[in-house]
């Protein structure tokens, strides 16, 4: 059954009946949850359970619908604004040439009206603090805008780019620059975190106040978010129908899949007229996310820069290891998945390329044919499916959990085993060789990411929020919507979680995934020289000796007494 359109959104932002109305002055959303004092230590803020009900009954408005609004009411004044002498293309996390919609619609509104293209883009160490973005992933973005740069400047663009300190100040100050430049018409991506969308709408409004056509665009995702919305016209929180509404949808609207063309030269003598807009350095890391020259120097060898490194991976993964992902993608030692989440998450390479890439060498199809090409499809998909919960359900992003009744449940702080796990240190082999894995190469397998963090919620009981941070602050793809979905499905108090009653057990893990341990061999030095099975557990099966000779740790916990407290705290807090 096609699914059906969602009435609050669209591919274009504008032109849609908003029908919330922020509630003003309510202090029931404000007030703050029971277990808000252990948090707050930890930097997480977290209110009542009120907030998410007033989204969920409609009487607070969600910042989707914020930016809808704020584009509805300008509309008209849009449209009487005219053409001035440059057009500004403003770059956030998308970073490239190739499809890339607001940068190509940008191009078009340049090219028709003879205007020149300007791209600006601003770094907010602010921004950077409050999403906790890990210094590799903030070199990794600037080392993509110097790549950008160049191929900007052979098309005779200039990129300005600029540090702005305070994460408020940008919608003025982009508004300035467009003033300063001459320009009428800016365009953007939409991000789709609380913040921004918000900091989006905001701008909307400057923009039309100040004679400046702003209307940003959905690029980020495959289908825009609020498209799918199940026969009851809600949104799903269920991945295996919204999946089923995601194909439909696409099969229904092949252009959802056209990628952008990238822009063309300037027209004129853009050089001369915008001279000192051309060779603008490229910001510093703030001095909190800066690299040592070895990370730096590590970094570049596993994640070459910018959008020719993302394409040539993404047509070199899917010809060499696309058939063979279904069959060996949960292998952690195979090296079978495509290490493409850095690109997505800088914007280097868009889903909508991934996919279509994908579909093409997939016979042009999207759920037949061969089913490597089409899980990996359906992987793709669930970066989209996590950034629709997002939009929907915004209190995911204020640390809620997605039913409420998740957000009671009483989670234990202890310090030392937080750090344990932190350092890979907890005693179990494939928990370790994952947390190592990460300190290494700012990135982990998807199939330990579960593990571990199914670990640290259950087998320790830590709040699941400082895992989800301490993965932001060290991976080096670290995206709010996925790195919150998948917190959310390990610790089981997201969409779509794993049921909290199945448990992962880490060493029957181990055994399924690195079923001869040679992950753990490469991560866990300590345990090379251990024979067999007993790589799994070391202290259990006969490898004592070894373990401690080496230095590595006992286990911190017992996994059947542990599992046993998470299920009566869950059951607890659940009331079953
Ligand atoms: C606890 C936890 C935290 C996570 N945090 C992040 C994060 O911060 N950023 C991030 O991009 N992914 C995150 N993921 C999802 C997933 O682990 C990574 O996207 C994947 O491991 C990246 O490796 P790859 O590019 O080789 O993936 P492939 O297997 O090649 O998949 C291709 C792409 O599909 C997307 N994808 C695959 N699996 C998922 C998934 N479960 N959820 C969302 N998108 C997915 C990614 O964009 C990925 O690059 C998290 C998963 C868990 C369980």
Known sequence: MPPKKRKTSDASIEGQNGTYAIKKGRPDLHRPHPNAKQTEDFGIVLRDNERCEAYNNGTLERPIETLEKACRETAQKRQSITPGNAVVHWFKRDLRLHDNRALHLAYQTARENQNPLIALYIQSPQDLAAHITSPAQVDLSLRTLRQLQRDLGELDIPLYMETQETRKAIPRRVVELCQQWGAKHLYANI??????????????????????????????????????????????????????????????????????????????????????????????????????????????????????EALQRLEKFLEEKGRGYEAGRNIVAKEQTSVLSPYFASGALSARTAVATAKRVNKNHLDRYDQGYMTWISEVAWRDFYKHVLVHW???????????????????????????????????????????????????????????????????????????????????????????????????????????????????????????????????????????????????????????????????????????????????????
């Open 191 to 308: 991000e789709y975190e609380v913040d921004e969308l918000r900091r989006e709408a905001k701008l909307v409004r400057l923009c039309a106040e100040n004679d400046i056509h702003f209307a940003p665009s959905h690029d980020t995702c495959v289908v825009t978010p609020g498209l799918l919305a199940s026969q009851q016209g809600r949104q799903y929180a269920v991945f295996t129908w919204w999946f089923r509404s995601w194909l439909a949808f696409l099969k229904e609207n092949p252009d959802y899949l056209e990628v952008s063309e990238e822009p063309g030269s300037n027209p004129g003598d853009a050089r001369g007229q915008f001279a000192n807009l051309f060779n603008c350095a490229v910001p510093e890391a703030p001095r909190n996310k800066q690299l040592s020259d070895e990370e730096k120097s590590r970094f570049e060898k596993l994640y070459p820069t910018g959008e020719h």
């Open 394 to 576: 915004p209190f995911m992003g204020m640390n809620k959990c997605f039913k409420p009744e998740h957000t009671d449940i009483e989670w234990e702080y202890d310090e030392e085993q937080f750090q344990a796990w932190c350092d890979g240190k907890t005693g179990f082999p494939l928990v370790d060789a994952a947390m190592r894995q990460m300190r290494h190469m700012a990135w982990m397998h998807n199939r330990t990411r579960m593990v571990v963090s199914s670990f640290l919620s259950k087998d320790l009981l830590l709040d699941w929020r400082r895992g989800e941070q301490y993965f932001m602050a060290n991976l080096i793809d670290g995206d709010f919507a996925s790195n919150h979905g998948g917190w959310g499905f390990g610790s089981s108090t997201g969409v779509d979680p794993q049921p909290y009653f199945r448990i992962f057990n880490p060493i029957r893990q181990s055994e399924r995934f690195d079923p001869d341990g040679q992950y753990i061999r490469r991560w866990v030095p300590e345990l090379r020289s251990v024979q067999g099975n007993a790589i799994h557990d070391p202290y259990d099966r006969g490898a004592a000796a070894t373990a401690e000779k080496h230095g590595y740790p006992r286990p911190i916990v017992q996994h059947a007494a542990s599992r046993d407290r998470a299920l009566e705290r869950f059951k607890r807090a659940l009331k079953k």
